[in-house]
Nanobody
Framework: QDQLVESGGDSVQAGGSLRLSCQASGYTSTTACMGWFRQAPGKEREGVAIIHSSGPTKYADFVKGRFTISKDNAKNTLSLQMSSLQPEDTAMYYC???????????????????WGQGTQVTVSS
């Protein structure tokens, strides 16, 4: 059974850094894309960063070079290194996986069918 388990969320001051991790199990290691999405209260879930199984990465514009997504295939883990965090980065962060051949080209939430439970990131000013 596919399973994704996130960790690393915390409360930090503006300008701080966090590293989120996602442990994958089951068949998630054979997916086409893995990525991070986030959802703030009252807002829709939005894409943060994705990584294709062959290595290329893609980021949302609001990341602006502050976040780095990476994947350790040997350990079946996905990470998101976040720096220069701002209060607007406060959200629940979700790890997700997709088997869609369009997942990288479209970077679309609806193409991701495997989701973790989320980890909370809170940034205070």
């Amino acid at each position: 059974q596919d399973q994704l388990v996130e960790s690393g969320g915390d409360s930090v001051q503006a300008g701080g850094s966090l590293r989120l991790s996602c442990q994958a199990s089951g068949y998630t290691s054979t997916t086409a894309c893995m990525g991070w999405f986030r959802q703030a209260p009252g807002k829709e879930r939005e894409g943060v960063a994705i990584i294709h199984s062959s290595g290329p990465t893609k980021y949302a514009d609001f990341v602006k070079g502050r976040f780095t997504i990476s994947k350790d295939n040997a350990k079946n883990t996905l990470s998101l290194q976040m720096s220069s965090l701002q209060p607007e980065d406060t959200a629940m962060y979700y790890c997700a996986a997709s088997r869609s051949m369009l997942c990288y080209a479209l970077f679309r939430r609806t193409d991701f069918g495997i989701w973790g439970q989320g980890t909370q990131v809170t940034v205070s000013s």
